[in-house]
């Protein structure tokens, strides 16, 4: 009998879903819009006949253990969704219980970065670490962190906000409603925000890759300046918890040295000395379409092992 | 039979130590210099010399279970001692591997910010919360972060240095070698230096404190500005763990409203949206004089409860 965990991940436009096993292999897939469940109920009887499906596919040598979900404001201690501001159900939503009355197996829910986090540590780079931040970055700045070999998730399931630790004073406005939140410098939002105070040009952050690479001094700019700030940010960060590594995921984490090489040098800059030299930052070894699916069912696999 | 716990603290002046049972009471303490050692070894020795004398007065009924200790630089993986500057003792020193030879008995070893955490949480206000900070306003301005109900220690026995953040790029030099770190500003110390900077004279925190209390306005302020700093950097932190409450401890931290006040203010002024109105700021409820004895025979007691 092969025991499969069902990892989904609730997003603002797409809600994947997924089997998975204790090794990290996805045995199938399947996606829809999130907008396609009027309720979150609904979608989640949708999402539930799919899974259905899937296992029906898988064969009879198969069972279903559990149900882990990444939603944003996921929180794993009530597993609600509660005011998630890119989706389109309002107030707190009761998700597990709902995936539970449908699979009739235990459902466990948090955010898409901390999901990931632990995704990386049961089946990425992170294998074996008891110490290490995972951090996002896309459209926003999200992050998962690691100590003494747990996720922590704070007194209210809420731990990991770096994306809104206050990098300048009175800086750029977050969509939280307060300035200078380091996700408005170090995403791939505040690459552009960036890239367009220096050119007055607006383009995507991709574009501005591209021409980063092709020699262009402003977008080379853009990346050096950004890596600058994640340096920083990050330097302050590891002295919470003294991790051993730092994993950056995400679309701006493919720009590779562009984005590393600089945030690696102010990084190291900026530490304090006893962390000096010791804690590596690097690529999160998770392929972009499988993260989301294998953190989720990590939520559930974590438990079990 | 009733099980005590040696918890000695090693100072840069002095060294305390007293015998505490499981219920955070202190049954007997003495103190020595520190310099009473010319190695560390032969401070151990007097002070194992001392402990055991201690016990022979507590009568047969009495048996010691272990060695707590803490002391600057004190790593809890190693058990050494590391490379400490304010002890006259250079390089890595194996402080509990002496302390187990002479009192054969388990040894534990932490520095003095995370040691005291973790007295708060087993004999002072902290009991029964797993998601806290503990902030020591001294000298510098020592951490210790209970995070998923243990005290975080990083991958290397080096988290927890809050004070060492840099709160203002470029700011005011710091032991450490670098500049703007939080301790410049928010400790004994950093209040000092900002009385000085709107008065041009150097008076002890103390001072400060009574001048603020008579409503001289330059010390008022310098309470304010100390508050408005602490509770900015007090506001990032917490987006790391999301504890439930912050402790400060230490001369600062009886200040009270003076510091409380602006501190809360700040702090709820720049707090993150989903944290407001529910993290509190509290002055620790451990006795200065104890706190150091009660936190050391904590790493005893923790691990046997």
Aim: glycine share 14%.
């Amino acid at each position: 009998m092969t025991k499969l965990v069902a990892g989904i991940d609730i997003g603002g436009t797409n809600t994947a879903y997924g089997l998975v096993d204790a090794r990290g292999t996805i045995h199938s897939r399947g996606s829809i819009p999130t907008s396609a469940g009027v309720t979150a109920e609904a979608l989640v009887e949708t999402v539930s006949q799919r899974i259905r499906e899937l296992l029906v596919q898988a064969g009879p040598q198969t069972e279903l253990v559990g149900a882990g979900v990444g939603a944003p404001n996921g929180n794993y201690f009530s597993g609600c969704i509660e005011f998630a501001p890119n989706l389109h159900w309002k107030g707190i939503i009761p998700l597990t219980s709902y995936f539970e009355k449908q699979l009739a197996v235990k459902s466990l829910l948090t955010n898409d970065a901390k999901a990931a986090a632990l995704g990386e540590r049961l089946f990425g780079g992170a294998k074996g670490m008891n110490d290490f931040f995972f951090i996002t970055l896309g459209t926003g700045l999200g992050s998962g962190i690691v100590a003494n070999g747990s996720l922590i998730y704070g007194h209210d399931g809420l731990a990991g906000e770096v994306g809104h630790t206050i990098l300048i004073p009175d800086g750029r406005p977050c969509g939280c409603g307060r300035k200078g939140c380091l996700e408005t410098y170090c995403s791939a939002t505040g690459l552009r925000t960036t890239y367009f105070e220096k050119t007055g040009t607006r383009l995507e952050a991709a574009a501005i890759c591209e021409k980063a690479l092709a020699g262009d001094a402003a977008a080379q700019e853009t990346f050096i300046r950004t890596g600058e700030w994640l340096g920083f940010a990050l330097a302050n960060s590891v002295a919470y918890t003294s991790p051993s590594a730092i994993f950056l995921f995400g679309g701006l984490a493919h720009s590779g040295e562009l984005l590393f090489k600089p945030t690696r040098e102010s990084f190291e800059k900026n530490l304090l000395g006893i962390y000096q030299n010791k804690i590596k930052i690097l690529p999160s070894s998770l392929q972009e379409t499988d993260a989301a699916i294998l953190g989720a069912a990590s939520l559930i696999w974590e438990g079990a092992a």
